[in-house]
């Protein structure tokens, strides 16, 4: 019986390692690092990274409008600061000359989807069509390569971040969030975003909220005086070699 018992000890053992030996091949084959939640394995999309020195991404999701745009570029520009913007397909095609001058402006431009839906509910054929038209419509008015995407309200599932990663996508999502579409004043969204910001923090706004455009240079100027520097998302992130924990906090991998 003890014999037995061993045996079945050692077998279950031998399963762990090679449940762990599976999920190690599908970090560097999807991109994104599987962790348990309870026994079931689940793709994480990048929140933030593991960064020791003191820099950060801010980002503007695209979807509704321009009114502010113009005053988010300039506080960019006096703060010599590029940021990400992620543009729906409507949006592009909507506003290409927001999108030629937010390219213009040194800034970094990924895929918001196509339709701006909850992607979760697609399948992979419909998840390729929102990623690869929205794509192409940006890279029509820029001609450069879209590498990133940020799932519309931040919704997502394994096969959302496993096809677009089989696309050449890294999925970003972010640890700051400013809530600017909740129409905050600007000092309560600067004091959202600066009281929350760490090494490698990704930060969340959007081009249209009420009063994003002024609370963009408070919250530049301070994390600048407080030594944090500013980078697209895709200088921020690892290209390969990485791991995502359960934070989704992305790694070296070791």
Known sequence: MIHTVKFKTVILA?????????????VY???????????????IPIYCVDREEKVCSITFDCAWGTEHTD????????????????????WTEKYPEFVKKIDEHGCEIGTHSSTHSYMSKLNAEGIKQE???????????TGKKVELFRPPYGDYDDELIKTASELGYHTIQWDVDSLDWKDLSASDIAMR???????????????NGLHTAEAVPIILETLKNRGYSFVPVGELILRENYV???????????
């Open 14 to 26: 031998f399963a762990s390692v090679a449940m762990v030996a599976v999920l190690s091949v599908s």
């Open 71 to 90: 005053d988010i570029l300039k506080a960019l520009k006096n703060c010599d600061v590029r940021a990400t913007f992620f543009m729906v397909e409507f």
């Open 193 to 207: 975003v600066i009281n929350g910001v760490k090494n490698g923090s990704i930060i969340l706004m959007h081009n």
């Open 29 to 43: 084959f999807t991109g994104a690092y599987a962790v348990f939640y309870g026994n079931t394995p689940r793709l």
């Open 244 to 254: 995502i924990d359960g934070t989704g906090m992305q790694k070296a991998a070791s």
């Open 131 to 141: 990623l690869t038209t929205s794509s192409e419509a940006i890279t029509n008015v």
